[in-house]
């Protein structure tokens, strides 16, 4: 059984006005300071300078219109979505820049909610409100372009040139669509007219660095990547870009950044890409020595954190532990890295450690269903079902659309014989997944009701595109599971061996998974096992002779006197 994390994806909104006074707006100490705070993204504070605010005055659209927005930032949709329309409502009509980021941002809370439509109507009236706006083209485009509508979102992108001739997002659009399209000479046009607008745009590079990939024109892909990074390190488009190349192109890429690493040795971007390329090819070992001259240019948790995670995929598990927790001595307040910790102690064995660890996280993230998910998941390794039931309760009930949560909670009433309990479960996450192509616990779960031959057409088509695969080991992991579940010993051994193959190396996992009960007896599985643990500490001796050139309590020490010079 796997674990993964999901990502949602949230569509920003900008605001067309500014924080100036216009008709009618408040001017209490109360607005004003939440202004202040807005502007300092101190929201907390602002939330409660507003709240004040409208307690004082129950008719002030405004300051229901940045409750609306504060609470949308901290995916609150349902007051949000409350918050907004009492502000729609009480809104000066004449007061168009307000009421028209009021139906901007409403269009934004009923996206992240799934209502397409509703967004499109907020649209459609925020354009009413005034039609000069060409933020709210953008907005719309955004939606037909997710809806794969090209043809709308380029008359949107239109008319955004004919308000704003110079309007580099329109073409940047434009140039998009056609890139989804397959046009990429014609994408590449647009793309080069932006640049002709503005050489330094950094997305237009990064744009056509795609295009240029997708026709296998590797060398001027990864000059454009290059470009990205030298106007603008932090080019989410390029990372994403680099990481999914072909290897041939990654080898390019990655000698033109050693170049560049030479021309700017104290430029700590050249070495953490140089890492992410090299990891990407899932050669861990590789790409350790890079992120160690990245964390001796710059001493960021950003670096430490990609070391703990490659030292852990080679089972290294001290020496992953060792910048976990410098990970979480740089930035404690990140604490999803003790999620990372808990799962190190397991793959070291230790689940009372894990145990101990998850209860920590639990304290820090008490209301996230993730917490008692991930909790419940390591007291089931360790066979306490009854305590891992509970957290899987409380998971179900802050997360009542969880698939992942109710397949595993299906396992537990599984593994303490609440048959009919189970099966209602594993009938929730098919009816959570009615086109069988959400996630891998749908294929689990149809094998876990009996319909084998099903589960393993919707196995097949969940890895059928080779683009879309995991890191392979992952992969092979999953089917092996899989084949052990439906009592297909052969292939489940097969699978194992390719996931081993490909760099799978968590044996403690393999010892307590349940879904691999059916073969862990089997002196084939036992076989391979004992191959692979020999070739683990083979490599281990190979991982411990890389020497890091970052003293980190030296470090840690300077961080602190830098510390106290900024508090004085």
């Known amino acids: 059984m796997r674990r993964f994390f999901c ?20 001017n209490s100490d109360n607005f004003t300071n939440g202004l202040k705070c807005i502007e300092q993204q101190d929201y907390e504070n602002a939330y409660t300078y507003f709240v004040n605010e409208y307690s004082a005055n129950p008719k002030s659209g405004y300051a229901l219109y940045w409750i609306g927005y504060i609470r949308m930032l901290y995916s609150e949709y349902g007051r949000s979505l409350e918050a907004y329309t009492k502000a729609i409502s009480l809104l000066p009509p004449k007061d168009t820049p307000y009421l028209q980021s009021a139906y901007a941002g409403r269009s934004s809370v009923y996206l992240n909610l799934g209502d397409t439509a509703r967004a499109l109507a907020d649209l459609n009236t925020g354009i009413k409100v005034d039609p000069s706006n060409v933020a709210m083209y953008s907005d719309r485009a955004e939606i037909y372009f997710a ?4 043809a709308q979102a380029d008359d949107e992108y239109k008319k955004m040139i004919k308000l704003n001739p110079g309007s580099l997002t329109a073409y940047m659009g434009l140039g ?3 890139k989804e399209k397959g046009k990429y000479e014609e994408a590449i046009k647009q793309f080069n007219y932006v640049i002709s607008l503005d050489e330094n745009y950094s997305d237009a590079y990064a744009f056509r660095a795609d295009a240029y990939n997708q026709m296998k024109k590797y060398d001027e892909a990864t000059s454009d990547i290059i470009s990205t990074f030298l106007l603008k390190d932090d080019q989410i488009k390029a990372v994403r870009l680099m990481i999914r190349l072909d290897n041939e192109a990654k080898q390019m890429l990655v000698s033109k950044m050693k170049a ?3 021309k700017s040795p104290d430029k700590v971007v ?3 890409y140089i890492g992410e390329v090299i990891e990407s090819t899932f050669d861990y070992k590789g790409a350790i020595p890079y992120y160690d001259k990245a964390l001796s240019l710059d001493f960021s948790p950003s670096f430490s954190r990609r070391l703990s995670y490659c030292y852990r995929s080679l089972a290294a598990y001290d020496e992953a532990m060792k910048y976990n927790d410098l990970t979480i001595r740089l930035d404690s307040s990140k604490y999803d890295e003790l999620v990372s910790k808990a799962f190190l102690y397991a793959g070291k064995g230790d689940l009372k450690s894990a145990i101990s660890t998850m209860d920590e996280y639990v304290k820090k993230r008490p209301d996230r269903s993730y917490s008692y998910r991930e909790r419940a998941m390591v007291k089931m390794y360790n066979k306490q ?22 397949y595993c909670r299906a396992r537990i009433y599984d593994m303490l014989g609440k048959k009919d309990k189970a099966e209602a479960d594993y009938k929730k996450v098919l009816e959570l997944d009615p086109e069988r192509n959400r996630s891998s616990e749908t294929y689990y779960t149809l094998a876990l009701l009996g319909k084998k031959d099903e589960a393993e057409k919707v196995m097949s088509d969940f890895y059928k595109d080779d683009q879309d695969l995991e890191e392979k080991s992952n992969v092979y992991y ?3 599971c ?3 579940l439906v009592g297909k010993t052969d292939e489940a051994i097969e699978n194992l061996k390719k996931s081993l193959e490909n760099g799978w190396r968590d044996f403690s996992h393999i010892g307590y998974d349940p879904d691999l009960e059916n073969i862990r007896e089997l002196p084939k599985f036992k076989e391979l096992i004992k191959e692979y643990k020999a070739k683990l500490q083979e490599e281990l001796k190979e991982v411990k002779k890389i020497k890091s050139n970052v003293n980190i309590e030296e470090q840690l020490k300077l961080k602190e006197v830098e510390k106290k010079e900024n508090e004085l």
């Not at 990502?7 to 408040?26: A, D, E, H, Q």
């Not at 305590?387 to 992942?404: F, H, I, Q, Y």
């Open 478 to 480: 999953n089917k092996a």
């Open 270 to 272: 050249w070495p953490f």
């Open 147 to 150: 809806q794969k509508k090209y």
């Open 7 to 26: 990502t949602v994806i949230l569509m920003s909104i900008s605001l067309t006005f500014s924080f100036g006074k216009g008709p009618n707006r408040p």
């Open 176 to 178: 998009r669509n056609l």
């Open 385 to 406: 079902y009854e305590d891992a039931l509970e957290d899987l309760d409380l998971a179900v009930t802050l997360a009542p659309k969880s698939m992942r949560c109710y």
């Open 482 to 484: 899989f084949y052990s």
């Open 260 to 262: 560049e690493m030479v």
